[in-house]
C-alpha cells in the first residue's frame, strides 16, 4: 500500500512523495486510524480569554529589554463561546518545524495543527520545515497534505519532516528566517521543541513583531526529559511514553533480578540535565535504589558518597540472603557531582597545555582532592578521560558509562569490605543504558491526545492572531474533555543568564523538586523498596485496556491526585 | 493485597508464605485472571494414542545402549474419546523443576500442570523444587497450592520456584535424585528447559525406570533461543515474547535512525548458539543488515569479510545520502567464526604458559592467520582479550561486546575508504545490547496459551503413566482448539557426542537452516531492505486487539504458512 502527496493513479510507490506504510505493523496500521479525543472547548465555538499583563520567571527588567515588543502580554485561555468569534473563511499560510531531540508524539502536534485548519480555517495551508530550524533558515519545506500526512498520524519518531538542532541565532540567521517568512508569506509559525527551541520560538516572534512582519510564532512543549514544565504548561510531550517504555525494560530487569537472584542491574536512563525521568521510572518500578541527580547536587554529594550509600544497601541486602537488585541511574549523574566538574575542568586544562606522558608526573598539576578522586576511578574509566577526547581536545563527559563506572567502584567497595570483614555476599553487577528506545516509541494514548491537542491549540491561538505564546494544554489528569486550553505568554517562563559577558533570555529547565510531590512520594517508600523488594512490572504499553487511558506519576502527583503504592 | 499460602486471616503481608501483590502493576493484575484457551482436545475426555517404535536423531545403537528401558518407545497423541480413559480419583504427587535461564511462560507451565490436576485428578499434590535440578538433589520444594500459584499466572520470570543451572550428572546426584523421589513418593516429575535439560530428564526417566521407581519424567520445551525443536516440537516457549520486546526495541531504534539520520545502531541480541531471535527480530523489523551466524559459518567467513560486507552496505548507502541504518548481530556471532575461536585456543595456550610481556614479543608464537587476525581487532578488544580473562585464566568469549567491536572495526575500513577516496559520508555507531530485558517479560497471549498447553499435557502424559516423554503441543498457527496434543519420545529427538571418550546423549540444538523457510524468506528480502528503507516498528506488546493473538513469523513459515512483507 502506498500513501502519497495527493493520490497514486496506479497505486505503485512514488518514493518521495509520501510514505509508503506497505512495511508497517499491524500496530502501525491499527494506530493510524486511532482518533485521539479533544477537549470539549476545541469542538464548538469558542472565544480568547485575556488575562491580566504577565512578568518573567527572574529579572524581569532585562527581560522586558529583550522584548520590548512582547513582554508583558497576557496569556489567554479559550473559552466556550454562543457562536463562533474566528472568521472561518481565513486561508492561513502556517509553517511548523521540529526542533532538537525526537520525542513520542510530535506527528499529532502536526497532525493537530492540520485538523484545525481543515476544520476551522478551510483552504488554509501548512508548510514543514525540513530537518530542523535549518529549514526555515534555507527555505526547505514540504507542503503537508492530508494524504502526506496520514502514515504518520499516532506514529512515533519525527520524521514526517526531520528534525535539527541547528539555532537561528545571529543576525544574519534571523534575516534568513524573515526572508523565508516573506517569500511563503507566512502567517505563522509553529516550533515544536523543548526550553531552548522556545526560547528561540520567542525570540523570533519578537524579532518578526519588530519588523512589523505578519508572521506569528507559537510554541510547543517538546521533551522527554520532563524538563520543559511549569504551573501553566503542566508537562512535555514524549515524557509520558519514553518513562513507560524504560520502565517497561526496568520491570522486566525486575523479574530477571528476583528469579536469578545473582545480578545487580544498573540502569542508566537518558535525561542529562534533570531526573525527572529516573524519578519516574522509579515510582513505576520501585528499584532497590534510584539515584537522583538533583540531590546529590542539592547535598554536594561526592562520588565516593553515591559509592558507599550503593554499597551499603548492597550489603544489608547481603545479610538477608539478596545478592541481586536494580538500581537507576540518571544519565547526567556526573554532572550533578561538583568535585567530578572540577576535576574535569582541570583535565582540560592540563591537556590543553601539552603532553601527558606514562609517567603521571603531570598528576601533581591536579588539585589535591582532584587528584583523589582521579585515583579513586576506575581504570577503565581514567582511560576513558584522558584518551577520548571531542575535536576540540576536551574530556568527553558524554560519553561516559555512569552505569559501569559505578559497578566498578561499587565492586572495590564491596572487596574492601570483604577484606575487613564486612560483607560476605557475591556481586554481579549488569549495565543497562536505555535511551534511543524510548524517545521514538509510538506514543502512549496520553501522548498522542495530548499532543494532538496541543497541535490543535497551537492552530487556534495562530488563527487568533497570537504570537510569543506557548501552547498550554491543561488539567490533565481529568478526563480529555474536561482540559484547559490556552497560550501562556512565552515571555512569562523567561529569565536571563549571563553569558559571554551578555544577557541571554533562558527559559529555565525545570529540575527535579527536593520539595515536590514526586520527590517526596519517592522519598517516603525508598527505604521500604531498598530492602523488601516491592519490584513492580509495568508491563508493555497497551493501548486499549484498562491502563490505556492511563497518565503518569509524575504529572498526577504534581497536580495532587492521590497516589497510593 | 496480599495472596497467600492460604488465606491470611487478618488481610496484612507475610513474607515468604506466599507473594505480596500489593505492588503489581495495573497490567500484571489484570493478566493475573487472564484465562489462557485450552486446544479441544483437553476440555474433554481423551484418550492415549500410541504410535510406531521410535529411532533417534543419529546413531541408534548407540542411543539404544545409553537408554535400555526407554528407547524405541513410542510417541503418543491424545485423541478424542467418548469417555474418561484415565481414573479421575487417581491422587497424584507430581514435581515440577525450572532448569536454566528463564523464558516468558514458565509460570504458566505450572500452572497448566496444577489445573490439569485439580480437574482430572483431583486430590493430587504439586510440589515445586526450589532453584532448579539443585533443589531435587537437595530435596527442597514447596507445595504448590491455588493461592500460592495464583499471583505468578501470565506473569514473567521464574520466581515462584526460582531456577538453576545444576546438572543431575554423576552416580551420587542420580542417587540424590532417587533418594528425593522415594522419599517424596514421586508419581511423576516434569523438567521445564531447554536441551540439555531435556536430556537430563530422560536420563532421570531412564535411570528411574531401570531401578523400578513408579516416578515418570516428561520435559516441557523451554528457551528463548529458539534452539530446541523439531518436527514434533514446533517450537520452545519463550521465544516468541522474547523476539516481540526485542523488536519492539529495534523497531523504535528504526525510527530514531530515519528520524535523525546520523546514526547506525549496531544491535546485539541473545541467543549464543544459534541465530534464530536474529532472524526472527530481522523478519519483523526489517533491518538493513542482519548478520546470521550460521551463514557465517557455512560459508567459513572471516571477522574480515563480516566486516567488508556491513561496510559495502553502509558505503552504498551514504552513495545515495543515507548515513543512518540499524544492523542486527546474534550474540554468538564471533563463535561462528573459525578463525576467531583459533585464535582464542591459542591465546589460552598462550597465556597459559607463561607472562605475556609489554614487548609484543609473545605474538611471535601465534600462528600467521591469528596474528593478522589480532592485528585487525580494534585495540579495545585485543585489551578485553588479554586482560579480562575467567578463573580459568581463560579468554572470556562471552564477554566480547561484538556489536562495539564490529563498530570500531566498520570505523577503520571506513576511514581507509574514505582515504582511498572511495566513500565520502558520514558514520556514527551507537552500540545495544537487549538480553535480559526480554527473558523475563511478560508473556504474549500466544506464549501464555501455549505454556498453559503445555503444562497441561504434561499432566495429562504423567496421569496417562508415560514417561520419558516431551509434551508435543502441535499445529501452532491454527486456532488454539485445534492444537494438537501429544508426548514425543525423547530418545527420538537424540543423538551421541563423543566427549572426554565417552558417548555422551545429547539432543542437538536446532541451528537455523539456511534452506528452511525463515532464511530463505529473509533472504528474499535483505537485498531490498539493505538499500530501500523498508523499517517496521511491531510496537509494543498488545494483549487485546487485532496483534493480540498474533504468533512469530518462523513458526509460521516454518509451518509452511503464506508470509506476505
Chains 1, 2 share one sequence.
Not at 511548523?96 to 520525542?103: D, E, P
Not at 511563503?184 to 523543548?194: C, H, T, W
Not at 578521560?385 to 576540540?392: A, G
Request: net charge neutral; aromatic share 8%; proline share 5%.
Amino acid at each position: 500500500m502506498t500513501v502519497d502527496n495527493g493520490v497514486a493513479a496506479n497505486g505503485t510507490s512514488k518514493p518521495g512523495n509520501g510514505k509508503d506504510i506497505s512495511a508497517y505493523s499491524v500496530v502501525q496500521i491499527d494506530r493510524l486510524d486511532h482518533k485521539p479525543p479533544l477537549p470539549s472547548v476545541l469542538l464548538s465555538p469558542f472565544k480568547l480569554d485575556h488575562g491580566p499583563p504577565t512578568s518573567a520567571a527572574g529579572n524581569p527588567e532585562e527581560i522586558a529589554k529583550l522584548f520590548p515588543n512582547l513582554f508583558g502580554q497576557p496569556s489567554v485561555q479559550l473559552l466556550p463561546s454562543a457562536s463562533p468569534t474566528l472568521r472561518a473563511d481565513a486561508k492561513l499560510k502556517i509553517g511548523v518545524v521540529l526542533s532538537g531531540g525526537q520525542a513520542p508524539g510530535g506527528h499529532n502536534v502536526i497532525a493537530g495543527i492540520f485538523d484545525y485548519l481543515q476544520n476551522y480555517a478551510k483552504g488554509s495551508s501548512l508548510l514543514g520545515f525540513k530537518g530542523g530550524p535549518a529549514g526555515i533558515m534555507r527555505c526547505k519545506y514540504v507542503e503537508i497534505t492530508s494524504e502526506f500526512l496520514y502514515p504518520y498520524r499516532n506514529q512515533g519518531g519525527f520524521d514526517i519532516i526531520c528534525s535539527g538542532r541547528d539555532k537561528i541565532e545571529t543576525p544574519e540567521q534571523f534575516k534568513q528566517a524573515e526572508e523565508t517568512a516573506v517569500k511563503l508569506d507566512l502567517d505563522g509559525l509553529v516550533v515544536i521543541g523543548g526550553d531552548d527551541s522556545n526560547t528561540n520560538a520567542c525570540l523570533l516572534g519578537e524579532y518578526f513583531r519588530g519588523k512589523k512582519l505578519k508572521t506569528q510564532v507559537i510554541g510547543c512543549p517538546k521533551t522527554i526529559d520532563g524538563d520543559l514544565k511549569s504551573t501553566e504548561v503542566p508537562t512535555s510531550f514524549g515524557f509520558d511514553t519514553a518513562c513507560k517504555i524504560y520502565a517497561e525494560m526496568i520491570g522486566n530487569v525486575m523479574v530477571d533480578a528476583r528469579s536469578t537472584g545473582k545480578y545487580y542491574h544498573f540502569v542508566r536512563l537518558m535525561g542529562r540535565a534533570a531526573s525527572h525521568i529516573t524519578l519516574e521510572c522509579a515510582l513505576q518500578t520501585h528499584p532497590n535504589i534510584a539515584v537522583i541527580g538533583e540531590e546529590v547536587a542539592q547535598f554536594k554529594q561526592t562520588l565516593k558518597q553515591v559509592t558507599e550509600f550503593i554499597t551499603d544497601v548492597i550489603v544489608k541486602r547481603a545479610e538477608h540472603g539478596k545478592n541481586y537488585g536494580v538500581i537507576l541511574i540518571p544519565e547526567g549523574l556526573i554532572d550533578f557531582i561538583p568535585e567530578v566538574q572540577q576535576l574535569i575542568a582541570e583535565l582540560n586544562e592540563i591537556l590543553a597545555q601539552g603532553i601527558v606522558g606514562d609517567d603521571g608526573l603531570w598528576k601533581a598539576k591536579l588539585q589535591p582532592q582532584s587528584r583523589a578522586l582521579f585515583d579513586f576511578l576506575p581504570q577503565t574509566i581514567r582511560d576513558q578521560l584522558m584518551l577520548e577526547r571531542d575535536p576540540h581536545g576536551n574530556v568527553q563527559v558524554a560519553k561516559i558509562e555512569t552505569e559501569k563506572m559505578l559497578i566498578s567502584m561499587v565492586e572495590t567497595e564491596l572487596a574492601r569490605r570483604k577484606s575487613a570483614g564486612s560483607y560476605s555476599g557475591t556481586f554481579k553487577g549488569q549495565s543497562h543504558f536505555f535511551g534511543y528506545e524510548g524517545r521514538c516509541g509510538m506514543p502512549t494514548n496520553f501522548d498522542a491526545t495530548y499532543c494532538y491537542a496541543l497541535g490543535y491549540t497551537a492552530g487556534a491561538l495562530l488563527h487568533a492572531g497570537e504570537t510569543g505564546l506557548i501552547a498550554s494544554v491543561g488539567n490533565l489528569t481529568h478526563p480529555t474533555k474536561d482540559w484547559t486550553v490556552g497560550g501562556t505568554a512565552l515571555t512569562q517562563l523567561m529569565d536571563v543568564e549571563r553569558r559571554r559577558g551578555k544577557n541571554k533570555p533562558v527559559i529555565k529547565k525545570a529540575m527535579v523538586e527536593l520539595d515536590g510531590a514526586p520527590f517526596k512520594k519517592f522519598a517516603s517508600v525508598r527505604q521500604e523498596w531498598a530492602f523488601e523488594d516491592r519490584f513492580c512490572s509495568p508491563g508493555p504499553i497497551q493501548f486499549t485496556g484498562p491502563t490505556a487511558e492511563d497518565t503518569n506519576f509524575t504529572l498526577m502527583l504534581e497536580q495532587g491526585c492521590q497516589v497510593v503504592f
